[in-house]
């Protein structure tokens, strides 16, 4: 299934045989130009060794090469259909999946299209200056694949608004390049997306936990009824698992950099020598796990429950579950706060599939932070990393308005207050962090802060000039 990459919007969905959708995406991808000029990576750059998905097979799928950045060849891509698909779960279990959008669902379908469309635009925003404070041109290149990947998803959900939802699917592609991340007057839908990425360990951090968030909606989509959003989440899990690669190695060679110091200086604070301490490292561990974790909603929700039921939004691995996949008389247990307690009360199943699809990701993530302990085993160190409790800093569902130590007390204010500075980054902490931020752009040469990769990309060496810049 090659993509016709001729075109001037390279796509495998036979764009030049709808000559008026055609029209509409060329008249909408100068607003992208444009919103990636004004709001894409500052840093100028000749050109960076990219990564171009040119075909949805399983082999060669991608080209490697040096890409003139404004040039990249953005393009809308949905994996290889099954004509024999069949919807595998909810009310329609076991019926045809839909090629064309069913109208009784249209509302929700847009809805949940643009939510993920609004994450896409909003990281690269959010990373928009990283560039000027790289640790090596092996970053920066992966920074650049992030961002432009990015990019492409973001056309992912722009051509379902215009293939499948006229007029008003136009006006939210629009309103995808309006909103900003940040802004006061136009933010972003969802939180974790108007949070700063300062710094390259909040980029670690959010590449790790932020866009493993973005696997785990994915999934859900990916199972839909709706054939064109399954497709097209399946094809872009396929580029997000770089997204991840880059979070887990990234905290990975900043933890090894950090237990080198430490058993070099014999301390248990690398600060001093140039490094990022392990009391800092879990600190901003501790804010972006946490606010990740409100990205999946509340604990009960009966629009995810409705999604479900009508076949719009499955669960992760929906086929690998074992009961009925209706869900219509089974019940889950979900957190509460009773009586000054942290319980469970029995729900029904449906309505707690927000919960379901978290405990997914809780479990994921922890096998990062076993990943970076071992490092720190291995280095002969007793310190570990954790997971702090999923009622910690919460600002959605259940814990929102309460405080939760990362050990899982509920405490008073006085408490919170007296124990934050040692749990949450401090402007202390975010201080040193940004003064170990000095670009090196020289190959072979990383940050002093920040281990180097193991490998380089698609078979290169660490010292290949993986960026050329202006």
Known sequence: MRADY??????????????????????????????????GPQIPTEDVYLRTAINVGREGWAHFGHVQVPDYRW????????????????????????????????????????IQGDTEPASVEQQRRL???????????????????????????????HAYFGVEGRAEAADLLRRNSGSADSPRILGAFNEETPDWLSFFMFTYFTDRDGKYQLGTLKE???DPLSRTAEFMLKEEAHHMFVGTTGVDRTVERTAQLMVEHETDDAGPHGGIGLDVIQKYL??????SLDLFGGETSTNVANYYSAGLKGRWQEERRGDDHKLTDD?????????????????????????????????????????????LEQAGLPHRLA???????????????????????????????????GWLPTDVDKAHVRSLMRPVYERGKIASWLAPPRNGINGQPFDYEYVHLA
């Open 6 to 39: 001729e075109d001037k919007i390279p796509n495998n969905v036979g764009l030049a045989d709808d000559r008026r959708l055609q029209r509409a995406l060329e008249s909408w991808q100068p607003r992208f130009a444009t919103w990636w000029a004004d709001m």
């Open 75 to 114: 393009g809308i891509f949905l994996a290889e259909r099954d004509p024999d698909r069949r919807i595998g779960f909810g009310e329609h279990k076991g019926e045809p999946a839909w090629q064309q959008l069913p109208g009784e669902y249209r509302a929700d379908l847009r809805r949940l299209i643009v």
């Open 224 to 226: 839909s009824g709706f």
């Open 331 to 375: 019940g889950a247990l979900v957190d509460v706060i009773a009586d000054g307690q942290i319980g469970q009360t029995e729900v029904a199943a449906l309505t707690a599939l927000n919960c379901d699809l978290r405990g997914q990701y809780i479990a994921d993530c922890a096998s990062g932070v076993k990943r970076w302990n071992r490092i």
């Open 286 to 291: 501790n804010f972006h796990y946490s606010v």
């Open 131 to 161: 560039g000027y404070t790289a640790p090596s041109l092996y970053d920066l290149r992966n920074l650049f694949q992030v961002n432009v990947e990015e990019g492409r998803h973001l056309w992912a959900m722009v051509y379902l608004l």
């Open 387 to 421: 997971l702090p409790h999923h009622g910690f800093n919460r600002q959605v569902g259940a814990f929102a308005g309460v405080h939760v130590s990362p050990d899982g007390r509920l405490l008073d204010d006085a408490e919170w207050e007296h124990g934050l500075t």
